[in-house]
């Protein structure tokens, strides 16, 4: 049979299906009821007309029926659309017109939004809402979630395509969000890699190799159990999150994360027996130490004895709260370097090799390119553009253009080129300076945003920033920092401008450093630099710096 996520789940519910698949809160699903749900969905959804490429938003947060909803549109050979939560009317309306989506699933929370565009979508035929405990009643013309599962019978199993699209949007930090697409088989097929860190040698090359692997786990005892603490409407929380520990037949732990409880966190990694966590850089990493640093000094601790790795992805996570987490659990950190369009390279960490910031080994099929397409030699100084000549996408979904500058071939193999810039260290390792589009142009120098802001949360009293230009009749863009401080510490901007000049180049060092109470972040972690844009060119039009 042809690889496919949901022929490769079937096959792991048919292998260990007593064994617990899916965990939020105290509501644990076995392989088996897992593909039993999953397959009358796909049946409700199958009787209805929908079919090969239907393509089914999923507006929720973190849950068990996000995944399974995922689950259901694979098996019909679907494509499920993963819808930000934060999303209003318009961009609602922007994203499940642009995805092409017939099917909504969505939480009941979200009743009012989901009535406010229902007019607007006359291509999204079938509404199914998830009773969350809102105690939102169930919108005129949707169905709901659990009287489905009840009442239809399973959708018998098919055959499927290695080809059949798969989809992820990105959230559209550098513009509308885009569909990214991948073959099915192809994606499924790559997870397979995460046998390497149990042990599994050679890796599987077809589901029966992978079913014999998983029952070796499983009579061992050690089948992965991940919580993914980032939302699963973003690729980390779904990809590493969901998708690897699946697919090796491992469990998943979501936790409610309308609002991130470090301490919640915890409490369900002891409960739960962890092995893996996954998370987005400091904006989890920070709470997540604070939590226990708070925990310790009252008296008390969480037992972390099962925790053996902890992912980061999508953010730079800094060397100084990695080295924090290992003070209370010897684990590996990986911090992946990756976007939507690909995984490009790591850096892995453990109490004996604690690794700098943004230094990362470049996966064996990634590369750094100049301007000419010709690889930058290790240690020349040159900066590049990161590809990734792994799992490709096939493209972005309705945009030629886009794809073809994105997704190309450099002699005579095709890589992604997300646009993260990069040099090429004599040892052959990599310093991400970050992504292009951020990039800051001062007095005819280029300046990277992550750069600077990764020099300035080595201070010690830094607990957060961001780093943005603001137009200045002098320099063509002042760089400019807006800073959060750790509770009971404290730090001026002479102090933080004079830490970083001892760290980076003069002209790097920010003009001026604007303190606030939050620096802003998505809620899977990643910067929000429209918000520091702002908030820099607000604070500066204040002191009367800048254009």
């Known amino acids: 049979m042809e690889m496919h996520f949901a022929t490769l789940w079937e096959h792991i519910s048919d292998t260990i299906g007593d064994r617990t698949a899916i965990i939020h809160g105290d509501n644990k699903v076995s392989w088996s009821d897992f593909d039993d749900r999953a397959a009358r969905l796909a049946g409700f959804l199958s009787e209805r007309g929908h079919g090969v490429d239907c393509k089914a938003g999923i507006y929720a947060y973190n849950c068990n029926e996000h995944i399974e909803a995922e689950y259901a ?91 059949d699209i798969y989809m992820l949007y990105t ?69 590493g999150g969901v998708f690897a520990p699946l697919s090796i037949g491992g469990t998943v732990v979501t936790l409610d994360n309308s609002s991130f409880s470090a301490d919640e966190l915890w409490e369900a990694v002891e409960r739960n027996k962890v092995t893996n966590l996954v998370i987005v850089g400091d904006a989890f990493g920070n709470p997540m130490l604070t939590s226990l640093k708070k925990a310790r000094d009252e008296g008390r601790s969480y037992d972390l004895s099962t925790v053996r790795s902890m992912m980061s992805s999508g953010v730079m996570w800094s060397h100084e709260v990695k080295k924090g987490l290992l003070e209370f659990a010897d684990m590996t950190l990986t911090d992946a370097l990756a976007s939507t369009e690909g995984s490009m390279a790591r850096s892995m960490t453990t109490r004996e090799n604690i690794e700098g ?54 002699k005579g193999q095709r890589y992604s080129f997300p646009g993260d810039f990069a040099t090429v260290e004599a040892d052959g390792k990599i310093k991400l300076l970050g992504r292009g589009s951020m990039c800051i142009n001062t007095m005819g120098e280029k300046v990277f ?99």
Request: charged share 25%; aromatic share 10%; net charge negative.
């Open 171 to 239: 959230g559209g930090t550098t513009g509308m969000p885009k569909g990214v697409m991948y073959y099915n088989g192809e994606f499924a097929q790559s997870q397979f890699a995460s046998f390497e860190a149990y042990g599994i040698s050679p890796l599987p090359t077809n589901l029966d190799e992978a079913m014999a692997a998983i029952r070796k786990l499983a009579e061992a005892d050690a089948l992965p159990v991940t919580l993914s603490a980032c939302p699963l409407m973003h690729g980390t929380g779904m990809w």
């Open 357 to 410: 910031t943004a230094e990362f080994e470049l996966m064996d099929t990634s590369k750094v390119f100049d301007e000419n397409d010709e690889e930058i030699v290790p240690g020349s100084g040159k900066t590049g553009l990161l590809a990734n000549g792994g799992r490709c996408p096939v493209g972005y979904y309705k945009d030629p253009v886009k794809s073809a500058a994105t997704f190309r071939e450099v």
């Open 73 to 163: 549109a694979f098996k019909m050979r679907g494509v499920p659309i993963n819808v930000n939560y934060r999303y209003l009317a318009d961009e609602l309306v922007y994203l499940l017109d642009n995805s092409d989506s017939e099917v909504i699933f969505y939480q009941a929370c979200f009743t009012d939004r989901i009535s406010e565009i229902k007019a607007k979508l006359p291509d999204l035929k079938t509404f199914i809402q998830i009773d969350d405990g809102s105690g939102n009643a169930l919108l005129e013309g949707a169905f709901d979630y659990e009287t489905i599962i009840a009442e239809t019978s399973p959708m018998p199993r098919i055959d499927r395509k290695w080809e």
């Open 449 to 547: 945003p992550e750069e600077v802001e990764e020099a300035i949360k080595t201070h010690p009293a830094v607990y957060d920033c961001l780093v943005a230009g603001v137009k200045d009749p002098k320099f063509g863009e002042r760089v400019t920092a807006v800073v959060s401080i750790r509770p009971g510490m404290s730090a001026d901007e002479a102090e933080v401008v004079e830490h970083v000049k001892a760290r980076l180049s003069g002209y790097k060092k920010p003009k001026n450093v604007f303190f606030v109470d939050v620096v802003r972040r998505a809620m899977n972690g990643k910067a929000d630099y429209k918000w520091a844009k702002a908030k820099v060119a607000e604070e500066a039009a204040k002191i009367g710096v800048g254009a």
